[in-house]
């Protein structure tokens, strides 16, 4: 399916703050896998994430080796533990006398309070699982202790809720880098990224009608609504199948989160133009676009060749490949379009508008991807936001006149967003900021309460949109006019 909220292609390098050299990271063992119970899986798991793994690369394959009944309880697991880690971590270190030598017995403690605070787990399943997990993982010797600390919680929970639910639970650098650039909202921001994400679909417009697609989905007893902001998306209220949901193999839908969808409706009328997706993968912004529009060329280029493959099967799936459409495997901070298009009549070609979903920190995307908790570092900031500079300042070469450029980030830090934009304006003197506007923003107040107008006493350049607890994620629009 397409989920256009994969942070994969977001961050190169890839970054963590425990990160091991490759040869020296405990490889996961299929075969001792299987003989692992849940919570031993899910701290073969994690640890492989506190190593600097990224979730999206072992999650999947671990889950499908696991039995149907259990798949569900693993991802749970999992993701949970990894969504409130730093909070759990604040719970555990106080019962500590001293710190602990291995990293696995660390994860025990932190599986196994997430299971007693934030499941219906009963305790003592839940505190004898995991210790069974101690001594399936050759621990035996701390067995004892996580068996006792988890006990003590059990009877402390009253006490320790309160305080578990108050934490922001995000690490410490990016919790004061949020106070820093959005003090009013920083706190609302870091619980609304404590949340599991609204699943949300976008109706491919060329096969139906949003509306008549949720009268289907009623007829399926499946509840859903309309999005707000999104012409064309629609929340699911429950849990579901996406596979097995009506229309998937046809093509009737893809999923993508609410915010996400607003780049096609901020791309405009691109009806016989030519148009440049760079860092497309893994292709629903690509599609969404060939939904709403009629391109004469689309162009959807990465450089990630394994996972611009998944751009072909999104296409292919929603019925949108064809001839004016080219996949190219290709850095878009160096790409020239002479040497790869197919025409040749398109030699030198610049494109009307080019959408540039750039790398970045994916901040706005941590409830999806909770090991983003763990895997990115401060550092990780600057580096992208240089790569983003070379983005911008290479595609507008692109570009032509009288054309336009939306560049989009999934992240919530104005360096890579606000910041960078303003940077761009002032050493770019062809380049005009094209107000951005959305009627249902307006009407929309919970998505307002969020919504940042002023940085630092100036407006916002472009706009900023904060990760929603029933709504979308985090997201960040501007769009460039290229003047004579």
Same mark, same amino acid.
């Given at each position: ?30 075969? $001792? ?8 899986? #899910? ?10 793994? /990224? ?44 710190? %602990? ?11 196994? %309070? ?90 491919? /417009? ?42 998937? $193999? ?8 609410? $915010? ?6 901020? /791309? ?11 860092? #497309? ?71 009307? $508008? ?76 062809? #380049? ?8 249902? %923003? ?5 998505? %307002? ?36």
């Amino acid at each position: 399916m397409s989920n256009d909220n994969n942070h994969a292609k977001r961050n190169r390098p890839h970054f963590s703050n425990h990160a091991l050299p490759n040869d020296a990271r405990r490889k996961i063992d299929n075969r $001792h896998f299987a003989h692992l119970n849940l919570r031993a899986r #899910a701290i073969e798991l994690l640890e492989q994430v506190y190593h600097g793994q /990224s979730l999206n690369q072992i999650l999947p394959q671990a889950i499908e080796n696991t039995p149907a009944k259990d798949k569900g309880l693993l991802n749970e697991l999992v993701m949970g533990t990894l969504r409130h880690w730093f909070a759990l971590d604040t719970q555990i270190k106080p019962m500590l006398s001293k710190p %602990l030598t291995d990293t696995r017995v660390h994860i025990a403690l932190l599986l196994g %309070l997430y299971q007693l605070l934030q499941t219906r787990i009963p305790a003592h399943a839940a505190i004898s699982e995991t210790v069974e997990a101690i001594k399936q993982l050759k621990l035996d010797k701390a067995s004892g202790l996580v068996n006792a600390l988890l006990r003590r919680a059990s009877r402390e929970l009253d006490s320790m809720q309160a305080q578990f639910e108050a934490n922001h639970a995000l690490p410490a650098w990016l919790y004061k880098q949020l106070k820093k650039d959005w003090p009013q909202q920083a706190n609302h921001i870091a619980q609304n990224l404590r949340h599991a994400a609204p699943v949300t679909l976008r109706i491919n /417009s060329r096969e139906g009608k949003r509306d008549d697609y949720l009268v289907e989905l009623k007829d399926w007893d499946i509840d859903a609504g309309a999005c707000k902001l999104s012409d064309d998306g629609i929340e699911l209220r429950q849990s579901a199948s996406i596979v097995e949901l009506p229309g998937y $193999h046809q093509g009737w839908f893809s999923v993508q989160d609410e $915010h996400a969808q607003l780049c096609a409706q901020f /791309s405009g009328d691109l009806n016989g133009k030519r148009v440049l997706d760079a860092c #497309a993968a893994p292709g629903g912004k690509t599609a969404h676009l060939l939904e709403k529009n009629k391109p004469a060329l689309l162009v959807a280029i990465d450089y990630d060749e394994k996972r611009l493959s998944r751009v072909h099967e999104n296409l292919e799936r929603l019925q949108l490949d064809g001839a004016h459409v080219q996949v190219i495997t290709a850095d878009a901070a160096t790409w020239q379009p002479d040497a790869q298009l197919d025409d040749a009549e398109l030699d030198h070609v610049q494109f009307d $508008h080019i959408l540039l979903d750039a790398p970045c920190t994916a901040t706005g995307v941590i409830r999806r991807h909770p090991d983003i908790r763990l895997l990115r570092q401060q550092s990780d900031v600057q580096q992208t936001a240089q790569l983003q500079a070379q983005l911008l300042d290479h595609l507008w070469q692109q570009l032509k006149l009288g054309g336009t450029l939306l560049y989009v980030t999934c992240s919530i830090l104005k360096q890579e967003n606000h910041q960078q934009i303003a940077a761009f304006l002032k050493r770019t003197a062809n #380049a005009q900021l094209v107000p951005l506007e959305l009627e249902a %923003l307006q009407q929309n107040t919970s998505v %307002l309460d969020l919504q940042p107008n002023i940085i630092e006493g100036q407006a916002v350049i472009g706009l900023q949109l904060l990760p929603q607890q029933q709504g979308g994620d985090g997201f960040y629009f501007a769009k460039l006019l290229k003047t004579a």
